[in-house]
């Protein structure tokens, strides 16, 4: 005799009910502190009640909270399996899906969650963080003007698309945001610092320093305002200036990678290349794949003598970004250094291939054919940069390929 549809339905309202006990126990292991624990919750969960969404939704965040994309992708995809009308599990795909570099997943799915709850203030707040991480800024001021459309008066909404219009490098419509909110509120310190950002894009650094200082006197924990006065007083050549303000950011701030990259530039302007190395050295130790870090810290150490360092440096970045014209061309010039001519014009030649400014790669592939007495093909190098607009060439030419 077969089971009775109530009791079939009672059996599953069991499973769903032990699944659920699972995923609050599972829940107070994770503020303990215990994933493992945590873990063993959310599979029991899953065990319990296979068609239940909730579970593979927990145990993907926890996934990804402990850098287990490709698990939690997997997870997300069997719950959107049981539920592919939820607009929330489409965002959660999309936030793995940037993690994992998959931007054209993420764009299919950021527009998909859209189309499903257009009007959903938090999530609409979420893909505009999510569409600046894929490097869409258009596709955020677009997120922004439908939330704004909802909310005219949200002053927050508004700023957020005046720093997104200087990523789109719309300065005028950026400084008419800062206008209006300073004209509402005088005293907010993101309108000014947005102001001075403006001003610091329209080229006047001293109204840009005024207004960043403004910013520091009302608000001194803003690390933006000290790193954004910094770029404007290295711009100036005030270095010592810039050096102590980017201090102040790494001090301050939480994005200590943008901060540190800069500080350490400014360090290299100042001369002081051990301390360019030593941010270099932090930032890599945080973020071992920041490709920046690795080419400047290898050009730094270059500079310092640090030869065999710096080439360890220049092979891990072509190991990292095979298609980066600049990492082929620090490890050729390394190669200059050594007077091993032949792997430069090599590693110059593939800069060449990758790069869109060839100008100086030629100009360093022509020098590196001269050394090897390949009189020939570096003129005809020198002449092809000269051509390009890299200036050196021209003396090049005149000393090296007058006859």
Known sequence: MGIAPSETILAQADRRIDAVYQIQQGDIALRSGNSETA???????????????DPYMKRAALLQRTGRYNEALIDIDKARRINPMSEYILDRRAKVNILLSNYKDAETDLLNA?????????????????????????MAVKELDTLLAA??????????????????????EAGAIADTVLARWPGSVLATDLLGMVRSRNGDLEGAIAAFSSVIARAPHLSMAWYNRGQAYRQLGHLDKALSDMD????????????????????????DLEGAVEDYN????????????RINRSSTLKLLGEHGAAMWDAEEAIRQAPDDPDAWDLKADLHMLFGEYPEAIEHYSR?????????????????????????????ADLNISRDLGCEKALEAIQYFCSF
């Open 351 to 379: 800069a060449i291939n990758l790069s869109q400014d060839a100008g100086p790669r030629y100009y360093d592939r022509g020098l590196a054919y001269l050394m090897s007495y390949q009189i020939l093909k570096g003129c």
């Open 248 to 271: 102040m950011a790494v001090t301050l701030g939480r994005d200590r990678e943008q901060f540190l990259l800069n500080r350490a530039a400014v360090r290299q302007e100042t001369g």
């Open 282 to 293: 932090v930032v890599l130790k945080e973020d071992p794949g920041s490709l920046v870090a």
């Open 151 to 172: 909310h005219p008066k949200d002053t927050l909404l508004l700023l957020k698309k005046g720093f997104t219009l200087l990523k789109l490098d719309k300065v005028s």
């Open 114 to 138: 859209r189309q499903l709850a257009p009007l959903d203030g938090l999530l609409g707040k979420e893909r505009v963080d999510e569409w600046l991480d894929m490097g869409r800024p258009d």
């Open 39 to 53: 873990y063993f919750h959310y599979t029991n969960a899953i065990q319990m009640d296979p068609s239940f969404a």
